[in-house]
């Protein structure tokens, strides 16, 4: 499953699908995109819950999307 992109509090998500040969792929206006599907019904099922993934986590923080995390000490050490 694809990686949540969050859009910019207030943001729209107008949803939509495209075709390469026979795999369906849903995509965000926010920038989200799901995994390419045979059938077109699994890729709006994966739109539905970006829709509501991304609505309940806008509703959550009211309205202040999480930013990225800061970067940890190079090698991933914390000594």
Known sequence: ???????PPGAEHTIS???RGSF???RC??????PARR????????AGTHLATATTTA???DGKVPGPRPAGPPGGSTD
């Open 1 to 7: 499953m694809s990686e949540p992109a969050f859009a």
């Open 17 to 19: 699908t495209s075709e």
């Open 24 to 26: 369906c792929t849903a």
């Open 29 to 34: 206006s926010c920038g989200w995109y799901g």
């Open 39 to 46: 059938a077109r019904s699994l890729a709006r099922d994966d």
């Open 59 to 61: 509703t959550a923080t």
